[in-house]
């Protein structure tokens, strides 16, 4: 509703007041939101001053309907539906922060302005207003409040918010027949679907209701680092790209990729404060205070890209490149469908020896024809090749691909430390109809006690039993940290970057995930295994008996020590 729209004539002067003003903020709002998605999605300096107008905007719209709400009501004819379209686009606002953050703070933040529109029933009327575009923003408010929540792991919230969008997408095609209700439907599914296989394995309380884990990172599950171990750089950026043809997925976000955005965040700290739904929110911590940058990071800065364009994701890694601080290490992490080349020994590993596919086209739209080489190769292939240049600042690569070996030879061209852990490229045939649920090698770094349960085929586990466990894994990486730390044989690149939290994290579990693998009997041959480049070193680290017994323990208290061979039984070797 607009000023015009007011009679203007039978209202005072202080309530003309109030109708203008509110009408130029509810204006301003919209056009500084909708100017968002017109903004870099890379880079710091282009978003950063104009996402601060926005929050400022926003707060004194949020303040203003608050203070003035009764001349609102009556005068102005505001409608709750309308209250809650400006706190679901301050929800909005906060989860983008989150996304061009990282900061899981901002994740509470979204949270409490999308709880309070459904305490508060803003929506409820929706249906009444016999208008489907606004139905269409409650479905909308839905789907955005369930992602937040998976985030966050507030699954319990999950499963209601999954009821109540069924309801209401019946809601909408019962009433509208609308041509999207199909799109509505797949949503709902995807939903169901993806909250289903991220429980690959049910940890039960004592009266059997399953128990939410959370898998970032916090003081206590991080791995201890020895004195004296440098802790000179530091992981600033990170890309996350998923591209896995046949895995579940939900708003641009794979298994993979939801797995490993948690694996490479601290646990967000609850603000108690805001949870009060009695009142209406306000927002909590606003990225800019006195007008000035809050430049305090608890997180590596993320980029979460789904089926990028090669193009694309060359420009967020030469942005994430540009933006790296001397001390600073770049990560990419690739869950992504091979491309291997047909040339088997190419004279040029760079390129010839394939890569892995960013993103899938109609055929004969995004493929060339290469006369040389006589075959079809990708245009949105990364090749290693396409990463020398990004060797010039500290770079750490894991690829979860069936063509991962292809990445196992990037070279130190300029002195920087350059690392790469690769996932197996083949899984036995009794799990190779899985990877719709995500993939193993990824399992293993985002949570290896649910990945070691996996593969002994144990989907429910009893708390004590998981606690237990969990002590033992914890026993592994402090034994596979200090084997790191003490290594004569370990090239120097790993050490330069295991005074980092989050990669010493990865790297001890890529440990752990070869160590299962190599003794577990399904997994025969160097493909079951994961790789590194370069190499770690056999006898000190990965297969060092102290390490062996640990795992081999852990099958014990499981009660699956026949599904592990003993450390001198048989090949266990060629992983490398």
Not at 419 to 433: G, I, K, N, W, Y
């Amino acid at each position: 509703m607009s000023t015009s729209d007011v009679s203007l004539q039978v209202l005072d002067e202080n309530e003309k007041k109030i109708v203008n003003e509110f009408c130029h903020l509810l204006e301003k709002s919209k056009q500084l939101f909708n100017g968002l998605r017109d903004l870099p999605q890379y880079g710091h300096k282009q978003w950063q001053s104009y996402f601060g107008r926005t929050f400022d905007v926003y707060t004194k719209l949020w303040k203003f309907q608050q203070q003035h709400r009764q001349v609102l009501d009556s005068k102005y004819g505001l409608k709750r539906w309308q209250i809650g379209e400006v706190a679901s686009k301050i929800g909005q606002l906060y989860y983008h922060y989150y996304l061009r953050t990282s900061e899981t703070n901002y994740l509470n933040e979204s949270f409490n302005f999308y709880s309070a529109i459904r305490q508060r029933g803003y929506y409820s009327r929706a249906s009444k207003e016999e208008r489907p575009d606004l139905m269409v923003k409650k479905l909308r408010f839905y789907a955005r409040f369930i992602l937040v929540c998976l985030l966050l792991k507030k699954m319990k919230l999950v499963k209601d918010l999954e009821r109540d969008l069924g309801k209401q997408i019946d809601d909408y095609t019962s009433t509208y027949q609308p041509e999207d209700q199909n799109e509505w439907k797949t949503v709902l599914s995807e939903i169901r679907e993806f909250e289903d296989a991220d429980c690959t394995v049910r940890v039960l309380d004592h009266d059997g209701t399953p128990i939410v884990l959370s898998h970032r990172l916090t003081p206590l599950n991080t791995p201890p680092l020895e004195k004296g171990t440098p802790a000179i750089l530091r992981l600033q950026e990170i890309l996350i790209v998923g591209n896995s043809s046949e895995q579940l997925k939900y708003s641009e976000l794979t298994l993979d990729m939801f797995r490993m955005l948690q694996t490479l965040e601290r646990e967000p700290q609850e603000d108690l404060s805001n949870q009060i739904y009695d009142a209406s929110p306000a927002p909590g911590r606003p990225p800019y205070e006195n007008g000035e940058r809050n430049n305090r990071r608890e997180n590596p800065h993320k980029y979460l890209l789904y089926k990028p364009a090669y193009s694309q994701l060359n420009t967020f890694l030469a942005s994430g490149f540009k933006e790296l601080p001397p001390t600073g290490i770049i990560l990419l992490y690739i869950s992504a469908d091979g491309s291997p080349s047909s040339m088997k020994h190419g004279d040029d590993p760079a390129y010839d020896l394939g890569g892995v596919v960013t993103n899938f086209r109609k055929e004969g739209e995004e493929v060339v024809r290469t006369k040389k080489l006589g075959h079809l190769k990708e245009v949105h292939c990364l090749h290693p090749g396409d990463l020398y240049p990004y060797t010039r600042k500290p770079l750490f690569v894991v690829v979860d691909s069936d063509n991962s070996s292809s990445f196992q030879n990037i070279p130190n061209l300029f002195g920087q430390p350059v690392v790469c852990l690769l996932s197996p490229e083949r899984a036995p045939p009794t799990m190779q109809d899985k990877h719709r649920r995500g993939n193993l090698f990824t399992m293993f770094l985002h949570d290896p006690l649910m990945a070691f349960c996996y593969v002994c085929n144990i989907y429910e586990v009893p708390v004590d039993l998981w606690d237990k466990c969990s002590g033992v894994i914890d026993k592994f990486m402090a034994e596979a940290s200090k084997l790191f730390s003490r290594s004569k044989k370990l090239d120097n690149m790993y050490i330069q970057f295991f005074g980092d939290d989050f990669l010493r994290l990865l790297m001890l579990r890529f440990v752990f995930c070869y160590i299962v693998l190599i003794l577990h009997r399904g997994f025969k041959g160097p493909n079951f295994y994961p790789t590194s480049s370069p190499l770690l070193p056999t006898d000190e680290i990965l297969e060092h008996p102290a390490l062996y017994k640990v795992v081999l323990d852990l099958s014990t208290v499981v009660d699956n020590r026949t599904l592990f061979a003993e450390p001198g039984e048989g090949d266990l070797h060629g992983a490398t």
